[in-house]
């Protein structure tokens, strides 16, 4: 992808989560146009239970830097065990949608509105979590990206993240099919809207070497049908 076309469809894409954050949870919690009926909605259930044990199951503590924190699903279980958490969204919109979810809990929150692209760690943390996020990072900006996540991070920090695997059912009943050869898609809000944005489906291999490549030792898996998920550490 050319820079200035990259450039024009990240806008784009903040734009559509700006756009997209009073919505947001109804994907996450099957509703309206990502119900899928009661056999996928019940696998979906699954997989996030299995993701909640494997986020449990890590030392997810200390001072927290959570990159794209959006609706806040994952920055309350992180206020609810961390010393701090320092979240980082470019989008205003999904900051307040946070802190309306966090309630009391978001008094150990340090919320940052900041393009993640354009973000230099001012300190170095106890660990980094973003969900959801690095299917959006464009391929040429991987390991730069990466390398910014080792620069936010003291050694031996673990690293934790998840994204979607390319399952159709994983989606709106209304979303096209993302194309295999290509880093853009199609998204719809529910007024129609529609927004092109990134989504990469990143090969496991694709991110070890890339991590490595930044120091940080990872290890990618997945659950049965519908996420990918990465548990690392700084080195």
Same mark, same amino acid.
């Given at each position: 992808?050319?820079?200035?076309?990259?450039?024009?469809?990240?806008?784009? %894409? %903040?734009?559509?989560?700006?756009?997209r954050a009073g919505e947001y949870d109804e994907w996450w919690e099957r509703l309206g146009r990502h119900d899928q009926g009661p056999r996928a909605n019940a696998r979906w259930a699954d997989d996030i239970e299995e993701l909640r044990e494997i986020f449990d199951s890590l030392?997810?503590?200390?001072?927290?830097?959570?990159?794209?924190?959006?609706?806040?699903?994952?920055?309350?279980l992180l206020a609810g065990r961390a010393r701090s958490v320092t979240a980082i969204d470019g989008a205003a919109e999904m900051i307040a949608?946070?802190?309306?979810?966090l309630g009391h809990k978001a008094e150990v929150v340090t919320y940052v509105q900041q393009?993640?692209?354009?973000?230099?760690?001012?300190?170095?943390?106890?660990?980094m979590v973003f969900c959801f996020w690095i299917s959006h990072v464009p391929r040429r900006r991987l390991a730069e990206f990466l390398?910014?996540?080792?620069?936010?991070?003291?050694?031996?920090?673990?690293?934790?993240?998840?994204?979607?695997?390319p399952e159709p059912t994983g989606f709106a009943v209304d979303q096209v099919p993302p194309d295999?050869?290509?880093e853009m898609t199609q998204r719809l809000l529910n007024?129609?809207?529609e927004f092109t944005i990134i989504k990469n489906f990143y090969d496991p291999k694709e991110l070890r070497d890339a991590a490595h490549s930044a120091d940080i030792q990872l290890e990618v898996g997945h659950t049965s049908t519908y996420f990918q998920y990465g548990i690392g550490q700084a080195i």
């Amino acid at each position: 992808m050319r820079p200035e076309s990259e450039h024009a469809v990240l806008g784009e %894409q %903040q734009a559509y989560y700006r756009a997209r954050a009073g919505e947001y949870d109804e994907w996450w919690e099957r509703l309206g146009r990502h119900d899928q009926g009661p056999r996928a909605n019940a696998r979906w259930a699954d997989d996030i239970e299995e993701l909640r044990e494997i986020f449990d199951s890590l030392p997810l503590d200390g001072d927290v830097v959570e990159l794209a924190p959006g609706t806040g699903y994952w920055t309350e279980l992180l206020a609810g065990r961390a010393r701090s958490v320092t979240a980082i969204d470019g989008a205003a919109e999904m900051i307040a949608c946070n802190r309306a979810r966090l309630g009391h809990k978001a008094e150990v929150v340090t919320y940052v509105q900041q393009d993640i692209f354009g973000w230099t760690p001012p300190r170095r943390f106890d660990a980094m979590v973003f969900c959801f996020w690095i299917s959006h990072v464009p391929r040429r900006r991987l390991a730069e990206f990466l390398a910014n996540c080792r620069d936010a991070l003291h050694v031996g920090a673990p690293v934790f993240f998840v994204d979607s695997l390319p399952e159709p059912t994983g989606f709106a009943v209304d979303q096209v099919p993302p194309d295999d050869h290509s880093e853009m898609t199609q998204r719809l809000l529910n007024d129609g809207r529609e927004f092109t944005i990134i989504k990469n489906f990143y090969d496991p291999k694709e991110l070890r070497d890339a991590a490595h490549s930044a120091d940080i030792q990872l290890e990618v898996g997945h659950t049965s049908t519908y996420f990918q998920y990465g548990i690392g550490q700084a080195i």
